[in-house]
């Protein structure tokens, strides 16, 4: 099964055919908030919340040290340290909507 992918360029398409915006002035905002969005992420902070309201919330989480990680492929024991990651939960419109049946 193919899997559809979206880019930055749909979404300004979309927005501008939704509020009849030309689309160079929407790339320009959509790439603002991307990039605001990245920042915030980025920050020296260990625990971070975004929270979009109707969207969803994007999460930075730290990771413990695995010093005993294993590759799968080789078998090869590495150490991984402890790092941050980020985690997206959505928001109930979408969760809801996600739980519903779903027919191909």
């Not at 790439?31 to 994007?58: K, M, P, W």
């Not at 040290?65 to 790092?83: E, F, L, M, S, V």
């Not at 941050?84 to 928001?91: A, C, D, L």
Request: charged share 35%; net charge positive.
């Amino acid at each position: 099964m193919k899997t559809l992918t979206y880019t930055k360029k749909d979404i300004v398409r979309r927005v501008s055919g939704e509020i009849s915006v030309p689309q160079d002035e929407i790339k320009i905002i959509v790439d603002y908030v991307i990039a605001t969005i990245r920042d915030i992420l980025l920050e020296d902070q260990s625990n971070l919340r975004i929270e979009i309201r109707n969207f969803g919330v994007f999460e930075v989480k730290p990771t413990k040290a695995k010093p005993h990680a294993r590759n799968p492929k080789t078998n090869q024991i590495c150490n991984i340290p402890a790092h941050r990651k980020v985690s997206f939960k959505p928001g109930k419109h979408i969760k809801s909507e996600m739980m519903k049946e779903w027919k191909k």
